[in-house]
C-alpha cells in the first residue's frame, strides 16, 4: 500500500508539473475558475438576501453545500484529473501499454493529468468554507469526513460514468454529461429535490450522497448520518471497482475493439 | 537452445454488430465474426530475432498484444517465458519490453528522465541498476540531450528511441515491437534498426516485432514469419526470404523528353505515363547502381525515386509461391 501511495504521488507529482509548464495559461485557468466560483456564491448570497431560505436550507447552509463541492471537485481535479478523460482513453486503446506494466493501471489513467482549473475550485471551497459555512474548529473531522466520503463518492461515479466506453464507444461525451450533471445538481439546496428527482440525485447521480448527505451529516451529526454518508462513499466505490475490472476483462477479450 | 515463446494454435475471433440497411436499420443489427487469428503456430528461440509481417488486418498486432497478456485469445496456448501471458500478465510484465509505434508510454508533457524515473517505481528497479542501464542506453542512443527535453517537443525519431529505452530500462529478455519505425525517416529508421539489432545481439535478447518495411526484416531479423488472414504462411530464415522474394527495388524515372528504354537483366518495366517511367528492378540480376547510370546516361532525367516493393506485394508473392508449393 505505501508503494502504492508512493508511486501514485510520484504520478501526480507528475501531473502537477505538465499543468504548470504552460504558467500563463494555469495562470489563466486558475484565475478563470475562481472568477467564475464567485459569480455564482455571489448569485446565492443575492438570492438569500431576498428568500432568506428554501426549504429549511439558509445561506450558510448553502455556503456549506458550495464549499464542499468545490473542495471535492478542486481535489478530484488536481490529484486525480484523469478521470475527466478516462472514457476516451479507454476508447482510444490507451489501455494497451499500460497492460504492458505491472502495476499502476488505475492509477496510470487517474493520474495522468491535473487540471489547472482545479486550483481555481479549491481555493473557492476552502475559501468559502472558512468564511461562509459556519463550521468550527470543533468540526474539523466530521469536515474531513465529509469531503473523504464526498470524494470517494464522485470520484467513483465518474469511474464508472467512464467505464461506460468498455461497453458503447458513445461513451466518449455521455460519461463526462452525466458526471458534469452530477455536479450540477450538487450546486443547489438538496431540499429542492422532490420524488423521482430526489431518487435520481440519490442513485444513478449521487449529488445526494456527495455533497447533500455530508451537509445534513455536518448540521445535525449522529451515528445514523455518519454511517449513511460513510456506507455511501464505500458502496460507490467498490461499484465503480466492480464496473472497472468487468471492464477490463471485456476490454482485454476484445469485445470493446470490435 | 531453448523455447521462450511456444504458441499452439492460437486463435482469436471478433464479433461486432454490423448496422442493417435503411433508417430503422440499427435497430436489426447482424452478428459478424471475423478470424483475427486463426490458428497460428510457431516457437522463438532464446536469442532469435524473429519478425512477424503481413498486411493490414493480417492479425500479427493482435497475436503480439496475447503474446504480451493485453489480449485473451478465444482458444488455444501459449507459454512466454514459461508463462501463460492472459493469466500471469502481471508476473510477465516485468520480464518482457513491449514497444508500440502508435501509441506511447511516456508522460507527453514531461521530460523524458521523469518519464523514465517513473517506470523506475512501476518496475520495482533498484536505483544503481537503473542509473546504469539508463547509462548505457544514453550512450547508445545518444540520449543526452533529450532527457531534459518534454517528450512531445520531440521528432517522431527521437521520441521512439526514448519508448525503445523506456521499455528496456527493466533489463527484459524478451522484446515486443509493434511497427517500431513507422512513419519515420529513412535516417531515424536506419538509428532504430542498428540499435535493436546490435542491441539484443550484445545482451542476448529475443526480439518479436512486426512491420510493414521490409528493411526491417531484413536488417534485424534473422527469421521471418509471414501471416495473412490469421493464419501462417511462410516460417523461414531471412536470408532464404531475402533471396526468394526482397530482393527488388522500385524505381521511378521522371523524364523531361523522350522516355528510354533501359534493356538490362532483372529490369522489368511496369506503370508509366509521358513523363514518368517506373521500373521492377531484380537486385539478384542487375545492381540498382547501374539502372541508375544507363537512365543518366541516356539523358533528360529530372527525378528519381527508389523504393523498395509495397508489404502487400511481397506478401503476395510469398503467398502465391507458398500456394504453388502446397
Known amino acids: 500500500m505505501i508503494a502504492f501511495l508512493r508511486l501514485y504521488a510520484l504520478q501526480v507529482g507528475a501531473a502537477v508539473r505538465m499543468s504548470f509548464a504552460d504558467r500563463a495559461n494555469f495562470a489563466l485557468q486558475v484565475a478563470g475558475m475562481a472568477i467564475n466560483n464567485l459569480v455564482f456564491l455571489t448569485l446565492w448570497v443575492l438570492f438569500f438576501a431576498g428568500f432568506k431560505s428554501v426549504g429549511g436550507w439558509g445561506f450558510s447552509d448553502m455556503a456549506l453545500l458550495l464549499g464542499l463541492t468545490m473542495t471535492i471537485v478542486g481535489i478530484c481535479g488536481v490529484a486525480f484529473g484523469g478521470y475527466r478523460d478516462m472514457a476516451v482513453s479507454i476508447l482510444r486503446g490507451e489501455l494497451d501499454a499500460l497492460l504492458t506494466q505491472p502495476k499502476g493501471l488505475i492509477s496510470r489513467l487517474l493520474a495522468r493529468e491535473s487540471l489547472a482549473t482545479a486550483w481555481g475550485d479549491l481555493a473557492g471551497g476552502i475559501t468559502v468554507l472558512s468564511l461562509f459555512a459556519e463550521v468550527s474548529l470543533s468540526d474539523l473531522p466530521l469536515l474531513i469526513l465529509a469531503l473523504s466520503a464526498g470524494l470517494t463518492g464522485y470520484l467513483s461515479a465518474a469511474i464508472s460514468f467512464a467505464c461506460l466506453a468498455f461497453w458503447a464507444s458513445g461513451a466518449r461525451s455521455f460519461a463526462r454529461d452525466l458526471t458534469d450533471f452530477t455536479l450540477l445538481f450538487s450546486s443547489y439546496p438538496g431540499s429542492i429535490y422532490q420524488g423521482a428527482v430526489k431518487v435520481v440525485a440519490y442513485s444513478i447521480l449521487p449529488a445526494g450522497f456527495v455533497v447533500m448527505a455530508p451537509v445534513e451529516m455536518l448540521r445535525e451529526p449522529g451515528l445514523k448520518s455518519v454511517a449513511v454518508v460513510v456506507t455511501a462513499a464505500m458502496a460507490y466505490a467498490v461499484l465503480a471497482a466492480g464496473l472497472f475490472h468487468l471492464g477490463l476483462r471485456r476490454y482485454r477479450s476484445g469485445a470493446s475493439l470490435a | ?326
Not at chain 2, 73 to 89: H, I, K, N, Q
Not at chain 2, 204 to 230: P, W
Not at chain 2, 278 to 303: K, P, S, Y
Open chain 2, 1 to 326: 537452445m531453448s523455447a521462450v515463446i511456444t504458441i499452439a494454435n492460437l486463435r482469436k475471433q471478433y464479433s461486432y454488430a454490423k448496422r442493417g440497411r435503411g433508417l430503422f436499420g440499427g435497430f436489426s443489427p447482424q452478428h459478424v465474426s471475423i478470424e483475427a487469428v486463426d490458428g497460428v503456430s510457431f516457437q522463438v528461440e532464446r536469442g532469435e530475432r524473429v519478425a512477424v509481417i503481413g498486411p493490414n488486418g493480417a492479425g500479427k498486432s493482435t497475436t503480439l498484444k496475447m503474446l504480451s497478456g493485453i489480449l485473451e485469445p478465444t482458444s488455444g496456448e501459449a507459454s512466454v517465458l514459461g508463462l501463460t501471458p492472459w493469466r500471469d500478465r502481471k508476473a510477465l510484465a516485468y520480464r518482457i519490453g513491449v514497444v508500440f509505434g502508435q501509441r506511447s508510454q511516456l508522460w507527453g508533457e514531461l521530460p523524458a528522465r521523469d518519464s523514465f524515473n517513473q517506470l523506475r517505481h512501476i518496475y520495482d528497479q533498484d536505483k544503481a541498476v537503473f542509473e546504469k542501464r539508463l547509462g548505457e542506453m544514453v550512450k547508445r542512443f545518444a540520449l543526452a540531450e533529450l532527457l531534459d527535453q518534454p517528450v512531445h517537443r520531440m521528432s517522431l525519431g527521437q521520441r521512439m528511441r526514448c519508448e525503445i529505452t523506456a521499455s528496456l530500462l527493466h533489463g527484459p529478455g524478451l522484446l515486443f515491437l509493434d511497427e517500431p519505425t513507422i512513419g519515420l525517416d529513412v535516417t531515424a529508421k536506419a538509428a532504430i534498426r542498428d540499435f535493436i539489432r546490435d542491441h539484443a545481439r550484445d545482451h542476448g535478447q529475443t526480439v518479436l516485432l512486426t512491420s510493414h518495411d521490409t528493411r526491417d526484416i531484413e536488417l534485424v531479423c534473422d527469421r521471418v514469419i509471414v501471416v495473412n488472414a490469421g493464419r501462417v504462411v511462410v516460417d523461414q530464415p531471412t536470408d532464404q526470404l531475402r533471396r526468394r522474394f526482397l530482393g527488388r527495388k522500385i524505381v521511378t524515372l521522371l523524364f523531361n523528353g523522350a522516355q528510354i528504354v533501359l534493356d538490362l537483366p532483372g529490369v522489368t518495366r511496369r506503370a508509366s505515363d509521358a513523363h514518368a517511367v517506373v521500373l521492377d528492378v531484380d537486385t539478384r540480376l542487375v545492381r540498382v547502381e547501374q539502372v541508375i547510370t544507363a537512365a543518366l546516361a541516356h539523358g533528360g532525367v529530372e527525378d528519381i525515386t527508389i523504393e523498395d516493393p509495397p508489404m502487400e506485394e511481397v506478401i503476395h508473392d510469398i503467398y502465391a509461391s507458398a500456394v504453388t508449393t502446397q
